[in-house]
């Protein structure tokens, strides 16, 4: 590759080749490929940051390609750590990219290695229209802790699926996520630590907030046992096309929740039926794997059945088959 790749922003008096050398050195892990992460990856590549890493256990989901812009239609079903990666070493290959194809999504816990590791935490969130930012553990400044010392309950606060998200949103802020984290590297401006920063998307306005720090959040040495939901837990959902695709490429476990007489009149090949009503007892003693699919009739009932698991095994991911066996049967499975 030339180097004049980055000649634009070496040319910058407050950026200059230091700053650039520094980037080459850095290491990035950025946590979730999806709407706020995608945007990060893309310019920290594209800016020259050596090495990248992707935690992020999810699928492709058609409905992510509105607003997770670097995937495709051919990639719907695809691991998102591989999709991306894909994309990441076309737009540069001198990037080292490692990926890790799990899920890690409490920021507690994310904030606590970050304290215990003494490594700075570039925040982004959404709901709504509204965009939060912010610069956590730098230079012992406040932590996320400081903010939200404690997550919700579940039932507390609303479902984050189901509030939406505008598709241009979440990349304005991880944007802004990749800004804060080139000035970390690079030493040039002033990070946004101490400060929340808050962007209403409909009025176009931006509001900071002052964080009071809190001295005992940065006292953690080790990571708890267990972190609490932060946030009530998204239903994860496939489309029936994925879920055909992906039961003919690999083995899956899959949970039938329809009732016997709806299975006979409809069997799904590989699925262990545990009726809806017996599932809370029945499910006990199952041995779950990672990704547990859902199904049954239409697809409402496997979305019940995942809201009442979910918090009680935090180590699985439930995803539910959008339409159920109704959505199948136009695929003639």
């Known amino acids: 590759m030339s180097s004049s790749r980055y000649d634009r922003q070496i040319i910058l008096k407050e950026f200059g080749p230091k700053a650039q050398d520094k980037l080459a ?13 995608i945007p990060v990856l893309h310019y920290l590549n594209a800016m020259g940051v ?9 699928r492709v989901q ?3 390609l509105h607003r997770q812009v670097i995937y495709t239609e051919k990639q719907v079903g695809d691991y998102k750590v591989a999709a991306a990666k894909y994309f990441l070493q076309n737009q540069n290959s001198q990037t080292i990219i490692d990926t890790f194809c799990e899920f890690l999504n409490e920021k507690n816990a994310i904030d606590d290695a970050c304290v215990i590791l003494k490594k700075p ?3 982004g969130a959404l709901y709504g229209f509204e965009g939060q930012l912010s610069v956590f553990n730098y230079n012992e400044g406040p932590t996320y802790r400081c903010v939200f010392p404690t997550p919700p309950k579940a039932d507390e606060i ?5 509030q939406g998200v505008l598709g241009i949103l979440p990349g304005i802020v991880g944007n802004l996520q990749a800004l804060e984290t080139v000035k970390l590297i690079a030493g040039i401006g002033i990070p946004l630590s101490g400060k929340l920063l808050i962007f209403d998307a409909l009025e176009q306005q931006y509001h900071q907030f002052h964080i009071q720090k809190k001295h005992e959040n940065s006292q953690i040495y080790t990571l708890q046992k267990s972190y609490a939901i932060a946030c009530a837990e998204p239903i994860h959902t496939i489309n029936a096309e994925a879920f055909l695709k992906l039961h003919q490429q690999e ?4 949970i039938d929740i329809r009732e016997p007489d709806e299975v006979k ?3 799904f090949t590989g699925a262990l039926n545990i009726p809806f009503q017996h599932l809370s007892d029945n499910i006990k003693g199952e041995p779950l794997g990672t990704v547990v699919y859902f199904l049954c009739q239409s697809g409402v009932r496997s979305a019940r059945a995942i809201q009442q698991l979910q918090e009680h095994y935090p180590n699985t991911k439930f995803i539910s088959v959008e339409g159920g066996i109704k959505a199948l049967l136009t695929y003639e499975y």
């Open 158 to 162: 609303p479902n984050c699926d189901t």
């Open 50 to 58: 050596g090495h990248l890493g992707i935690v992020d256990g999810d």
């Open 251 to 254: 083995a899956l476990q899959i």
């Open 62 to 64: 058609e409905s992510n």
């Open 265 to 267: 009149n409809a069997p």
């Open 121 to 123: 935490f570039v925040y």
């Open 25 to 37: 050195s850095a290491r990035v892990l950025v946590v979730g490929a999806g709407g706020l992460g």
